[in-house]
């Protein structure tokens, strides 16, 4: 068994919307079926008895592996369901997909379940335990924290699309101008200035006590001695803490010697170098969760402590404790493990124990008088009993600091009284607050506090999407998506839009070449300019990445044509690369749009597979398939000789040519489709008919607004059409463009692309062969995989025997062979350039039309 290439399917994909990772696998004749490995069964199931049962008439090596990584990411916990593996065309070659939920685990299982396999065809050892301790571990590494966790739940709950930015907890909600983004329980709305004020003990405590909120007296103190002096003069017994600590972190309540005090502050100056002491309020210690305006969660939080059995020490019950898989040593668990540190010892020591001494049964020993969940203490539930007004004093002190999120620590005898009847205090107030003791107390009920988060992040009915249109197809993608662009920022929206020359957004381009795919998608959703995306999506990033979002208001598929990149990437078939194109539709919003072209039956079949609403476009109003979705009273596009039509039941909106250029009145049959389709696609998107209108009545068909797609020239009288067509399904649109075009004589100078089959190049030749008068060939910039000259031989070899062409040349340089064409052009000829450096050979041409107009003045 070899496997040649790994992929990470990053979003919704030609599988399905679940993120996962795909292999191409080869096995040997040997492994195709497990009937044909006698004992090898036997063999993996001792070293994974976990595993599934496999199909023994149909299982080859490549389901095996297919199963083994799946089984061992559920082995961990990781929620996996969804696998496949499929054959290619090539014997023994086989695509397996296995979805993961981290992608490191998912790759690492992957790799884990190779070996494994490997282990029992070749009989050696494989140390499973050591395996899933290896994978466990990895995913507790790199999985969300639990209060990251809680709220990219809720927010997913919800249907707010969810990207992680970084490796840590920096999570972006929503797209574009409504995004909003997250690290740990803390939002964007949190200042620098809130957190820190939050961090300094000391002048938080000053702000909530001109707030009038109550608070332990106290001071900062510069050494030992000093904080001996304020103990004295605050009277015992006393909290020692550093000025700016979290998590409980060298903490010491309730000290009352000088020697106490002086451990304390040794342990708190480890911790930071300014130390507070403050008086220590009897009472529970309570956390109060505030989000917003509101306290939706509070936890009565106790110390670790122990209960003797009379045969075991301290150390001993301390190591069963943390033995308990549900305490770790991070915020992974629900529950901490229980150090005995410092400050525990120091603890014992003031009940005359130590680690080693052996507690008397049901003997309760507290190991440390702080109760914060990150030193090992437990969590209750305590939400329905708290106070309106210790609610009330939680919010205030909150916003007093500036926190939009909130965990206050208050210390009373109980929630259920105001904090001044009982002589309670806020003692703290935190920034990014865990949220752990409210999702998973240990005892009581947990609170949805994840839910209350996203609420406060999106009010009700908002979800963070801006509008997004996914176009895909063999031909008229970026036109169509340019279209769409400048249709929406007609109606006053900031556009980010990618296609195959660039990144634009608003307008202003801020990446070039080729950006079709995943990656520049998912930097315009990033950025928050943007109002709305219309993004090109090409079959390349599909297969290699998957879809950069989950899921689109508008799908557009123009058409599928034979020469798009067939034999690449296992993708043999028209049928096979329809599939692929289809991924949108199957991923359209149940309140979305997929616009499908009705005439091209692979993509008029795609509308059963959209969970939203379907309009179609066609240039024939008579089409079966128009005919029959007009009966149902439901959307359609389609031309006549006057121009579009948009109808649904009894409504119908006329628009005529001469108020869409981009078509050359009607004439330029591929722009009418690609106009029919962004059409459609406006008026899925509830653009108003004005609007709509006047945004086509501004989109003519010239570089400037849709560079390489049929741009027309004058040269000394000749028509010069310059397009970046590369396909046979382009070229046979072109030509019936260029036909329509009077002309003495009619010249081409075309090259093609080296990544296509030999056939689609001699195909594209022999259509420029029955068309032309005058052939220019020329060579690429980039060959794409191809020998130097390769791809001009299969170019000569598609024109032989060609019905019109008369004469050929072959020019070596782009450059160079619109210059040969343009020196013999003449008055009344029509010159057709398939440009490969569209920007370039754009304004080359223009320099050569702008040159002979000079000279001719």
Known sequence: MDISRIRALRGPNLWSRHTAIEAVVSCFPSEESILAMPGFEARLRKRFPAMGALDEGAATLAHVLETVALELQAQVGSQVTFSRTVPTMESGVYRVVVEYSEEAVGRRAFALASDLCRSALEDTPFELAEALAELRELDEEVRLGPSTGAIVSAAVERGVPCRRLTEGSLVQFGWGSRQRRIQAAETDNCSAIAESIAQDKELTKMLLDAAGVPVPEGRSVSDAEDAWAAACEIGTPVVVKPRDGNQGKGIAVNVSTRDEVMAAYAAASRVRDEVLVERYLPGSDFRLLVVGDAMVAAARRDPPHLVGDGVHSIRQIVEKINSDPLRGDGHATSLTRIRLDEIALATLARNGLDADSIPREGERVVLRNNANLSTGGTA??????????????????????????????????????????????????????????????????????????????????????????????????????????????????????????????????????????????????????????????????????????????????????????????????????????????????????????????????????????????????????????????????????????????????????????????????????????????????????????????????????????FNLFDYRGATVIADYGHNPDAILALVKAVDAIPARRRVAVISAAGDRRDEDIRNQAKIMGAAFDEVVLYQDKCQRGREDGEVLKLLREGLAGASRTRRISEIRGEFLAIDHAFSHLKQGEVCLVLIDQVEEALEHIACRVAERGFMAA
């Open 380 to 709: 209750t539930d305590v939400t329905d009993d708290v106070h309106p007004e210790i609610a009330a004093r939680a919010v205030s002190a909150a916003q007093m600091v500036g926190l939009e999120i909130c965990g206050v620590d208050i210390v009373c005898p109980s929630m259920h009284f105001p904090l001044e009847e009982q002589g309670g205090a806020i003692v703290e107030v935190n920034a990014a607050p865990g949220l752990r003791m409210h999702l998973h107390p240990s005892f009581g009920k947990g609170r949805p506090v994840g839910d209350a988060i996203v609420s406060a992040l999106f009010p009700a009915g908002e979800s963070g999407r801006i509008p997004l249109v996914a176009v895909s197809g063999t031909n008229g993608k970026t036109t169509t998506v340019r279209l769409i662009s400048h249709l929406l920022g007609s109606n006053g929206l900031r556009v980010g839009m990618t296609n195959s020359d660039g990144v634009y957004i608003d307008g202003k381009r801020i990446d070039t070449g080729d950006c079709s795919g995943p990656k520049s998608a998912r930097n315009v959703l990033l950025h928050p300019d943007v109002d709305a995306a219309v993004l090109e999506t090409a079959r390349g990033g599909v297969l290699r990445e998957g879809l950069a979002f989950d899921r689109c208001d508008v799908a557009v598929v123009t058409n599928i044509g034979m020469g798009d990149h067939l034999g690449l990437s296992h993708i043999n078939t028209v049928e096979e690369l329809a599939a692929v194109k289809q991924v949108i539709v199957r991923n359209v919003s149940p309140r979305g749009t997929a616009v499908l072209n009705a005439a091209d039956p692979l993509v008029a079949a795609m509308a059963d597979s959209c969970p939203g609403s379907v309009i179609y476009f066609c240039s024939d109003p008579h089409h079966p398939t128009i005919a029959a979705h007009r009966a149902e009273k439901r959307r359609a596009v389609f031309s006549t000789e006057n121009g579009i039509h948009a109808v649904e039941g009894e409504f119908e909106e006329f628009i005529p040519w001469k108020e869409i250029p981009l078509t050359r009145d009607g004439t330029i049959f591929f722009q009418v489709e690609n106009a029919m389709a962004a059409i459609a696609a406006a008026w899925a998107l509830g653009i108003g008919w004005k609007t709509l209108r006047a945004g086509l009545s501004g989109f003519e068909n010239a570089p400037a607004t849709t560079p390489g797609r």
